[in-house]
């Protein structure tokens, strides 16, 4: 692949992605996807509530994905898009490398970052015993005594999610609000440790505690910790793609309508950049229904063109 030109070119390779790609692959498209290489879910072991994957590695589900998508004859590559220009029909996708391949339809899967509170000890642990979904995480940590850093409403969403996976939560506000409904927070005996965090505490290989800054430590197996997610999408700036804040509040994405159509006419998005909160699974499903989308985008154009050439045939004299 050097300049070559795709029916559909998708930008990030993950589930979304990949899953986007099979599916036009599997419908005789020309398609190329362009991985950075760099997933979200890296420094996790395994990916779990993935129906009939459940506990596969990123990796290996990544590099099944990738196989799929060849065996259609669909093109996998790694390299970093840095900016993407042109219209519907006719998309210029720079890569950093000097790589500029052409597509007539773009499918954006280039996932999110998690920003982390700025206290040591979290980023090194982030997808092991720092973690932030009780789906993905919340079995493997089941009956550990758990730490929930969050304040106000969020924490008390997800101290009732980790209770229910084990009896020993507490909740760390930092310098934010407690949670409103103390009650509840006692009925279940969870209890809430107000101050500022310094670190979180680790010994070799693992977490073993929260430690304020009055030098107080709090021992702690797990440490469940919302993140603030922003999609990778700085290269469609270009394109008029900007992003926004997200309803939920939890960060900024890529708005799409219910087919996964951006705003951008021949522009489609899936999976993380647009829904911050989907796990695996979801994310699949939304790139295999945006690949659908896409399809169906492409068969109406190609069939509106062959109209035109028939009337033009027609009309040419004999």
């Known amino acids: 692949m050097t300049n070559d030109s795709f029916d559909v070119v998708v930008i990030g390779g993950g589930a979304a992605g990949l899953n986007g790609a099979l599916m036009a692959a599997r419908s005789r498209r020309s398609v190329l996807v362009i991985d950075a290489g760099a997933p979200r879910n890296a420094p996790a072991a395994a990916v779990h509530g993935l129906f009939a994957r459940d506990g596969v590695s990123p990796a290996e589900?990544?590099?099944?994905?990738?196989?799929?998508?060849?065996?259609?004859?669909?093109?996998?590559?790694?390299?970093?898009?840095?900016?993407?220009?042109?219209?519907?029909?006719?998309?210029?996708?720079?890569?950093?490398?000097?790589?500029?391949?052409?597509?007539?339809?773009?499918?954006?899967?280039?996932?999110?970052?998690?920003?982390?509170?700025?206290?040591?000890?979290?980023?090194?642990?982030?997808?092991?015993?720092?973690?932030?979904?009780?789906?993905?995480?919340?079995?493997?940590?089941?009956?550990?005594?758990?730490?929930?850093?969050?304040?106000?409403?969020?924490?008390?969403?997800?101290?009732?999610?980790?209770?229910?996976?084990?009896?020993?939560?507490?909740?760390?506000?930092?310098?934010?609000?407690?949670?409103?409904?103390?009650?509840?927070?006692?009925?279940?005996?969870?209890?809430?440790?107000?101050?500022a965090v310094a670190a979180a505490e680790i010994a070799g290989d693992r977490l073993t505690g929260v430690r304020l800054r009055d030098g107080t430590v709090v021992a702690r197996d797990a440490l469940a910790v919302p993140s603030h997610m922003v999609a990778r999408a700085d290269f469609l700036s270009d394109l008029g793609l900007h992003l926004v804040p997200?309803?939920?509040?939890?960060?900024?994405?890529?708005?799409?309508?219910?087919?996964?159509?951006?705003?951008?006419?021949?522009?489609?998005?899936?999976?993380?950049?647009?829904?911050?909160?989907?796990?695996?699974?979801?994310?699949a499903a939304a790139g295999a229904w945006a690949g659908a989308q896409i399809n169906a985008d492409l068969v109406t154009a190609d069939a509106d063109r062959a109209v035109a050439e028939y009337r033009a045939r027609a009309a040419a004299p004999a």
């Not at 099944?64 to 042109?86: C, F, I, N, Q, S």
């Not at 939890?250 to 708005?255: A, D, V």
């Open 61 to 195: 589900l990544v590099e099944r994905g990738r196989a799929e998508v060849r065996g259609y004859g669909g093109e996998v590559v790694t390299g970093e898009v840095t900016r993407v220009t042109g219209t519907l029909d006719d998309f210029t996708v720079e890569l950093a490398d000097g790589r500029a391949p052409r597509a007539r339809r773009l499918l954006v899967t280039t996932g999110l970052v998690d920003e982390l509170p700025d206290i040591p000890g979290l980023r090194e642990r982030w997808g092991r015993d720092v973690v932030h979904c009780p789906y993905c995480h919340g079995w493997e940590h089941r009956d550990e005594a758990i730490g929930i850093l969050a304040a106000g409403p969020m924490a008390m969403h997800a101290a009732l999610l980790w209770r229910q996976l084990g009896p020993d939560v507490v909740i760390f506000t930092g310098t934010g609000d407690a949670p409103d409904d103390s009650e509840r927070l006692a009925a279940l005996g969870i209890r809430v440790i107000p101050g």
């Open 246 to 283: 997200h309803p939920s509040g939890m960060g900024e994405h890529i708005p799409v309508d219910p087919t996964g159509r951006t705003e951008v006419p021949g522009v489609w998005a899936a999976g993380n950049v647009t829904d911050l909160t989907a796990q695996v699974g979801g994310a």
